[in-house]
């Protein structure tokens, strides 16, 4: 049986970084967004956060909104849109933000 290829591991980013030894393209960042939004819930963290120096002052539900944000999003879009081009589609395009 041979081991299942990954498709990023050896192909390079438009910014030149090996997709597999970056933290974004190879989905490090927002798995350890995951486990850390995880570990804080299984500890229950924000709980006794308040008796440790500094703990009262975290707002903990910011941390899981940031915390889960990162786990969808902290990832490079670089593969998703190589894989619609090789589908024959095309990627969305990025949207200007509105002018003020």
Request: charge should be negative; include cysteine; charged fraction near 15%.
């Amino acid at each position: 049986m041979t081991e299942p290829s990954n498709p990023i591991q050896d192909q390079f980013g438009p910014c030149g970084i090996l997709c597999g030894s970056c933290p974004l393209g190879s989905g490090a960042a927002a798995d350890s967004a995951g486990q850390t939004r995880k570990h804080i819930t299984d500890c229950q963290i924000p709980m006794w956060s308040p008796f440790v120096v500094g703990g009262e002052a975290i707002d903990w539900a910011a941390v899981d909104r940031a915390l889960e944000w990162m786990t969808t999003y902290a990832r490079c879009a670089f593969p998703s849109v190589l894989a619609a081009l090789q589908l024959g589609r095309h990627p969305p395009a990025a949207r200007s933000p509105a002018p003020p």
